[in-house]
């Protein structure tokens, strides 16, 4: 990809961390959000990151003074339009998300690629009725997104492998380990294996083997970091899925997994 500009549509615990990644590894980022007070957050998370990364990974400390210089805060997506790649992350709703698809579509030029960190929907479904759905991926991030080196690449149907490669060699730009999708199904790879631990810690629940506190303190202790609070399954999953709850995540949770019996009373 010879251009250095990323634009970053949505600034919450995600859009941030990926926009301070980008920044941190040379990129020049316009990013975008309507919210006066979200930009403010987001800078302030900026900074924060981009120290943490310089006092404790080593990162050159060059960084602590010319980020600002590259980091470009906007109101409107029209501001796109000098971006070589757009990297989508506003809240998990799909009428929300084809609105911004047409204001980005309506910015940047054919060529440019667009991936939207989505947790759960299918990218197929999120290419319908897009100008040029070929260049629509999925890159599915995981907070803290400046720390971690997960990242899944999901393409749709109407996939192009040019894209998929570019955004895949991004990716290990940013210091990812690029997890590379090959079938377009809701959840992805870590969503539904985190999902299934969901959905056995809540059937735990429900037969009585032991109370949510019990299940979490096993889990906590026996399963690495990241995967240790299986027992809030029930009224916990990541924050930018939380939405999908009554919908994308029907298919990965059976029907009984809803009845006010299976949710946890930690918490959260």
């Not at 987001?42 to 602590?64: H, K, M, P, Q, T």
């Not at 010319?66 to 971006?83: G, K, M, T």
């Not at 996939?159 to 809701?186: H, I, Y």
Request: aromatic share 8%.
């Amino acid at each position: 990809m010879e251009g250095k500009t990323i634009g970053v549509a949505g600034l919450g615990l995600l859009g941030r961390g990926i926009a301070a990644c980008c920044l941190a590894h040379g990129w020049k980022v316009i990013a975008f959000t309507r919210r006066a007070e979200t930009h403010a957050t987001a800078r302030s998370y900026i900074e924060n990151a981009i120290g943490e990364l310089v006092c404790r990974a080593s990162f050159d400390a060059s960084l602590l003074d010319d980020w600002e210089d590259r980091y470009h805060s906007v109101n409107s997506l029209a501001d796109f339009a000098s971006c070589d790649f757009v990297i989508e992350t506003v809240t998990e709703d799909q009428e929300i998300k084809r609105k911004v698809f047409d204001e980005i579509e309506a910015a940047v030029g054919p060529e440019i690629a667009i991936a939207s960190n989505t947790s759960a929907i299918p990218i197929s479904t999120l290419q319908r009725d897009r100008r040029h759905p070929e260049r629509f991926m999925g890159m599915h991030w995981a907070e803290p997104a400046h720390v971690t080196r997960f990242c899944e690449l999901i393409r749709g149907e109407l996939k192009s492998q040019v894209v998929f490669s570019a955004t895949a060699e991004l990716a290990r730009q940013f210091g990812k380990k690029p997890c590379l999708v090959q079938k377009d199904v809701p959840g992805f790879i870590v969503n539904r294996i985190g999902y299934a631990m969901y959905r056995e810690a809540a059937h735990l629940l429900e037969m009585g083997v032991a109370d949510a506190e019990t299940i979490d303190r096993s889990c906590r202790h026996a399963l690495v970091y990241g995967h240790r609070c299986a027992a809030r399954s029930a009224g916990w999953t990541s924050p930018a899925a939380l939405p999908l709850t009554p919908r994308q995540s029907q298919t990965c949770f059976p029907p009984w997994i809803t009845r006010k019996s299976c949710r946890s009373p930690i918490k959260t």
